[in-house]
């Protein structure tokens, strides 16, 4: 009989069937107990040098009891019976094989127990856990997409001016940096309406016609556009 459970677990009861060697209907063996005559259990853990033996204590069925042996129902389920598996067993080992023998027509039984960090229960805890599994990762994946569509407005607003400047010389270019200033876009920890105030006239002065033109020559407003564009294919990407 082989087993998985969580190492260090506590207080564990397992069912085992004992086979009744004499018969060849694979029945089972009725009527044992604790202190059957000749009935041994004995353990051993991986690095373990020798097997330990475990003292078989009385017991009731349902109730865990260290070392403890019970009969669940010679009439419905005959050979069936309870182990109360002693805490020492499961400690933080990688398995453990017990085996319980020596009573007449009894057929060996072993038990082998492999002992994991995480069992099916604690993966289904972990993803479902709302401080870092599904919900807090759906939580985080909805503020990231405000934040993304957040910029692509504003790069949209920012590109929307940027043409302006580069079609419209009736307007000063410090009226269009306050335009810019209105999108509350922000750079690092300082927000572009403090980087634009700090010096405009100093902008102005070096943005004239001839360098207007040049921009307009580079392609400037397909540039910006594109910015955007990358954005939602990334956030496509994301979602995809």
């Given at each position: 009989m082989k087993l998985i459970i969580k190492k260090a677990t506590t207080s564990k009861i397992i069912q085992?069937?004992?086979?009744?060697?004499?018969?060849?209907?694979?029945?089972?063996?009725t009527g044992l107990v604790y202190n059957s005559a000749s009935l041994t259990a004995y353990y051993i853990k991986v690095g373990d040098a020798s097997a330990t033996a475990i003292s078989l204590a009385d017991a009731t069925v349902g109730t865990w009891t260290s070392s403890g042996f019970k009969e669940v129902?010679?009439?419905?389920?005959?050979?069936?019976?309870e182990i109360g598996i002693p805490d020492a067993c499961l400690t933080t080992v990688a398995q453990v094989v017990i085996m319980l023998k020596g009573v007449a027509n009894m057929a060996p039984v072993v038990l082998e127990i492999q002992l994991d960090d995480n069992?099916?229960?604690?993966?289904?805890?972990?993803?479902?856990s709302g401080t870092y599994g599904n919900s807090a990762l759906k939580t985080e994946i909805d503020y990231n997409e405000a934040l993304i569509d957040t910029c692509i407005s504003k790069v949209d607003v920012i590109d929307g001016i940027v043409d302006?400047?580069?079609?419209?010389?009736?307007?000063?270019?410090?009226?269009?940096?306050?335009?810019?200033?209105?999108?509350?876009?922000?750079?690092?920890?300082?927000?572009?309406?403090?980087?634009?105030?700090?010096?405009?006239s100093a902008?102005?002065?070096?943005?004239?016609?001839?360098?207007?033109?040049?921009?307009?020559?580079?392609?400037?407003?397909?540039?910006?556009?594109?910015?955007?564009?990358?954005?939602?294919?990334?956030?496509?990407?994301?979602?995809?």
């Open positions: 085992i069937f004992i086979q009744d060697s004499s018969l060849t209907t694979g029945a089972g063996l129902d010679a009439t419905n389920m005959p050979g069936v019976y069992v099916v229960k604690d993966v289904y805890d972990i993803v479902n302006n400047i580069l079609i419209d010389t009736g307007t000063t270019l410090e009226n269009h940096l306050t335009d810019i200033k209105g999108t509350g876009f922000v750079k690092d920890t300082h927000s572009l309406p403090q980087c634009l105030t700090a010096d405009v902008l102005a002065s070096v943005c004239t016609e001839a360098r207007l033109s040049e921009l307009d020559t580079a392609n400037l407003p397909t540039d910006v556009s594109n910015v955007g564009k990358k954005v939602d294919r990334n956030l496509a990407l994301l979602y995809s």
